[in-house]
């Protein structure tokens, strides 16, 4: 262990599902106004349940619980599990799958870096109502066939050795995976464990979670005098009318991370864990199943020690507080001593307990007082002990550093943070205690950078990704301060990025949530403010812009944002100036504002450089093309792409080129005639210098020729009302003025080696794939030099080859505009345009990412300083997976057979167990009920070998 390492434990991230409340809002609104979830179950529910008239009618049958809804409902499709596993694994399972991803949904870590290793610490079982499980109440049945593979699948979908490494395997977690089960304190002990993790560096993450959920819903107990269960069905905790507690369902889970790393990672930090103690009674106590003062202070004085801090500082403790009259004095006795060693202050630290308002939770009792804490914490504020009315009178409360509040109370600011505690304890004698601070004030990574305006969302069904949108829209209506930042990062990098995808436009939250009604308004349409899509098969098409788009500066934003870019462009600009060319840097970064046209010798390889740079860019973000055209000397950095040119040999060819073209050849100039073919005919009748340079479109030709000639074009145009536009550049290519340099152009290119294609490459001379292998030869490019553009049939075979996006790489759109004019239902989109780049580069990546691309979104985040935040919980899609008891009637119309078989071995087992397990709590109801009754007035001193019951103080 590293000497001085900081040992405290953020809690970044929860999520449960509790009677009453499955989000931190409506359990904290419960808690505060002292609600209580917990149900008494009416005639008509119990029988339907399979409650036999008898017991139900028993007038000491006591039916009660603290219920969850649709536990029979689970989205099998999002984890990848068959109908048929789903309807034989424990709900308990299911829900804590689906409460784990939730857990690290809400820290932002649902999707993780590669090597980020997440842990799994989890506990399950509902005992307080003794066998009550689905595994015990639906599947097994004598009359199930004997069938080992069944059986099998059975074991696995129940018993509790498999919660946490199915959660492990289910979300590719590669961290620590092991279940923990210590009764009632189990789901603290997995906080202690999954805390030692990440402090031994086994792990860097870890959810730390339990599940109890008992089946059927609606049931209850016969009260037996002397027992934990409640005959009032009430739980009244440190109350004079306590009687017992009463059983709840639940399962929740939290995520936790080394508070250094949270901190740097600018996580949202929910609590933080100073210290645990844990511990076990041992032998000195009445029986096994009986609580021990001083070993519960024993795990107090621990954690205090472990913390390093002193009981007098803390102002709020959720303890176990079960409400049975014994069983709250011996706990209120071992806090009690446990803060005397430390302090002698009086009624400074409120109590309270969580079982009076949701039940006793069993497994994951204390876990819900864990996260109440954490919201105690949060909101600042002391809520009320739920049915509070006097002090049970074996508690020396107004001598005791303890106080139990009745109504909400501030809990003012002092010197320091808040600090709180909470403590759970297991039948059997494991104690914990956990030592809790408020959370420091969030620090958001260092940024500054441009933030692309993006929100992507995903969702496995399109119901589901509806649903997200509409949370999304109204968490951002409802807290419109939120930073763009922290929302890209969160969604981006948290969350998995799942088949249907949606990305929305929007530089505020505001503009964001526009855009989502936008797509809840009409999903379908194209519109500006977003984007869907579904993977597509094929790698996108990237097409390489010629040299009529350049312009002075055009570099500038993304070579200072983005180091890829950067180094790229920076190796081109060494190779150019000592091969003897000025620098391509001083104009492609500097902050000219002239439109002056740049000579050819300089601008053919200053568009090689930024094209080769932005493949680079688009590289590090994870995109690479699966085909690639260029568009006239746009196909030398196309063949870069390709593989057949290196960096070095594109920059001399290109400078050669240029050079050749612009000291060996007339000035000239190239016009776009936007018009049909017969309109572009009689313009060429009329000035009969223009050559045909290229043909995009069937109504977009460009003419090439003397500057003369193409002046007086552009006034024949004007004359006959037909749309034109001069082209940037210096020289007219693909002309007659080209022929005087073709010799000395093929001397050049000799001296360049060519390589074999990587990648195919569509010709732009007439449209044909030039396959991977393919070596391009000298008579290509100097075909290629001379001969008109065919950019029309570049298109044509780019439509034929599937529903691959398009994208430019280039200063501008103006592929991209030929594109969606040509294949208007393919995704197109070009990388820049000039004066919006980060926003452009942004929707490039967007409209890639919803086509299926796996995009490398830290490299479009650097810089931007964003965290992660709490959003929205992915809406899972539940469908029934259930397999009713076999009492209850026949099996569903189209059950199968496998479904109906459980194993015999097994269910023989669980009910060996199950008998062997009914018979001793007879038997021990039975010892209980012949003891002496005890007065309430004037228990036993709350000491080890003084508690009256072997039951009552769990």
Known sequence: MTEGMDRRIAVIGMAFRLPGADNPQTYWRNIRDGVCSVRRFGDRELAAAGVPADLRGAPDFVGVSGVLDDIEGFDAEFFGISAHEARVTDPQHRIFLETCYHALEHGGYAATAPGTRVGVFAG????????????????????????????????????????????????????????????????????????????????????????????????????????????????????????????????????????????????????????????????????????????QRGALLRAYEVAGVSPDGIGYLETHGTGTFKGDPIEFDGMTSAFREHTDRVGYCAIGSVKPNIGHLDACAGMAGLIKTILVLRHGEIPPMAGYQRPNPALDLDTSPFYVPTAPRPWPAGDGPRRAAVTALGVGGTNVHLILEEAPARRVPAGGAQIPGLLPLSARHPDALAGLATALRDHLRGDPDVEVADLLTTTALGRPHLRHRLVAFGATPSALADALDAYLDRPDRSDLRFVTGEPAQDAPVFLYSGQGTPAPGMARVLYDRFPAFRAVLDECDRLHTEAGGRSLLAALTGESTSDAVWDTEFAQPALFAYQAALTGLWAALGIAPGLVAGHSVGEYAALHAAGALSLADGIRLTRLRGELMHRATAPGGMLAVLANPETVDRVRAECRDLDLAAVNTPTNRVLAGPAAAVDRAGALLDGWGVRWQRLAVDRAFHSALLDPVLADLRRALTTVPLRPLRIPLVNGLDGTVLPAGHVVDVAHLLRHAREPVRFDLVLETVGRSGDAPLVEVGPNAVLAGLGRAVLPDRPVTATQRRGAEIESLGRAVARLHATGAAVNWPVLLAGCGGGRVPLPAYPFQHRPHWIGPVAAGPPPAGADEQTLRAVAAVAEQVRGLAATQARLLGQLAEVVAARPATEPGAPAPATDRHNGSSVSGV
Not at 250 to 267: E, F, M, Y
């Open 124 to 295: 399950v079982g509902f005992h307080l109502y003794p066998l009550n499980t689905y595994l015990l109440s639906n599947l097994a049945h004598p009359d199930r066939a004997d069938d080992w593979l069944s059986g099998m699948q059975v074991a696995v979908g129940n018993h509790a050795d498999f919660l946490a490494t199915r959660a492990s395997y289910r979300l590719g977690l590669t961290g620590p995976s092991m279940g923990v089960q210590s009764g009632c304190s189990t789901s603290l002990v997995a906080v202690h464990l999954a805390s030692q993790a990440l402090l031994a560096g086994d792990a860097d993450l870890a959810v730390a979670g339990a599940a109890a959920v008992h089946v059927p819903v609606a049931l209850g107990y016969r009260y037996v005098k002397g027992s934990i269960l409640s005959r009032s069905g009430r739980c009244r905790a440190f109350d004079a009318e306590a009687d017992g507690t009463v059983g709840g369902n639940g399962v929740a889970a939290v995520l936790l991370k080394r508070l250094d790393r949270a901190v740097a990672d600018g996580d949202t930090i929910h609590a933080v864990l100073l210290g645990c103690g844990i511990n076990n009674d041992g032998a000195a106590k009445h029986s096994y199943t009986a609580p021990s003062a001083a070993g």
